[in-house]
């Protein structure tokens, strides 16, 4: 189980780096959700199952759905749709 753990951090610290660095607001988000899956596979390791839960719904489910509410309020999801249309 030793390589496995190892595999997930450094999964962490990719995602972590990239959501840093990526130009893309979705994208971000996307990973960002992949960040706290992997974080809440860490805690059920590490035998902490409430965290694990916590981590999964709150910060996969509920803090996502705030930033994608947030992206569509700003109109940053709009975008790539107006680009579309006027290449038509």
């Known amino acids: 189980m030793g390589v ?4 997930l951090f450094v999964g962490l610290i990719i995602c972590a780096l990239y959501v840093c660095f ?12 992949a960040y706290s899956v992997v974080m809440s596979i860490i805690w059920l390791l590490l035998e902490s199952p409430d965290l ?9 489910g ?10 569509k309020k700003i109109h940053a999801m709009d ?3 107006d680009t579309e249309d006027e290449q038509d």
């Open 62 to 71: 509920v803090t996502s759905v705030l930033f994608f509410v947030t992206l």
């Open 79 to 81: 975008d790539r749709k």
């Open 4 to 7: 496995f753990t190892f595999l």
């Open 52 to 60: 694990a839960i916590t981590e999964a719904a709150v910060g996969a």
């Open 22 to 33: 990526a130009k893309n607001l979705l994208t971000s988000i996307v990973v960002f959700m």
